[in-house]
């Protein structure tokens, strides 16, 4: 196999023994290849990176918290006391969380208030009921942990567009 360029970087491969069209000079395969897939500029590799780390960010975001509940009823009957629980965090569940949240303000539930997540220890999921109080930490909790994985993306995000070479762009990962 033979690789040929014209002057618009226009590329040809022809089985050895076949000649090219005019205008059409021999190159390497190496060349061939680099003409044909040629290394991203910084902007692009910019805007792969962001791509990334948004993408990072959001799978923190909506990946689970955990939190120590102070208290909570168990639908199994027991007390959970002092325990870590990872709760979900999509979108779906925020959402659920916020919903949830206005009965509390608007004072329509004080008590037992519905959540789900898993106790440290535990093999699945499991439904408690949580006071107000319990409920605003979770709440709380929620919003930190969002928080927390927006700046952090931020501030990513905005290295990636200081960044003055490839080597400094590829350099910003979400750890």
């Known amino acids: 196999m033979n690789f040929f360029k014209d002057d618009k970087n226009n590329i040809l491969s022809l ?3 076949q000649t090219p069209p005019d205008g059409f000079e021999q190159i390497t395969k190496e060349e061939a290849m680099a003409v044909a897939n040629p290394e991203p500029t910084l902007d692009q590799l910019k805007t792969l990176q962001t791509e990334t780390i948004n993408s990072a960010a959001e799978k923190a975001i909506t990946g689970g918290f955990t939190m120590l509940v102070t208290s909570a009823q168990v639908e199994d009957g ?5 325990q870590n629980v990872t709760f979900d965090s999509s979108e779906t ?3 659920n969380f916020a919903y949830q949240q206005v009965l509390v303000l608007s004072g329509l539930k004080e008590n ?4 789900r997540g898993l106790i ?3 093999e699945y999921k499991k439904a408690m009921l949580v006071t107000k109080e319990v409920y605003t930490d979770i709440i709380q909790a929620l919003g930190e942990h969002v928080q927390t ?7 990513l995000k905005t290295k990636i ?9 590829q350099a910003v990962v979400w750890d």
């Not at 027991?78 to 002092?82: D, I, R």
């Not at 037992?112 to 959540?115: D, I, K, M, S």
């Not at 994985?149 to 501030?155: I, P």
């Open 78 to 82: 027991s007390t959970l006391e002092n």
């Open 93 to 95: 569940d925020q959402k």
């Open 15 to 17: 089985e050895t023994g």
């Open 120 to 122: 440290e220890g535990d």
């Open 112 to 115: 037992g208030l519905a959540v």
């Open 161 to 169: 567009a200081e960044a003055q070479t490839v080597e400094e762009v």
């Open 149 to 155: 994985n927006l700046a952090k993306g931020w501030q």
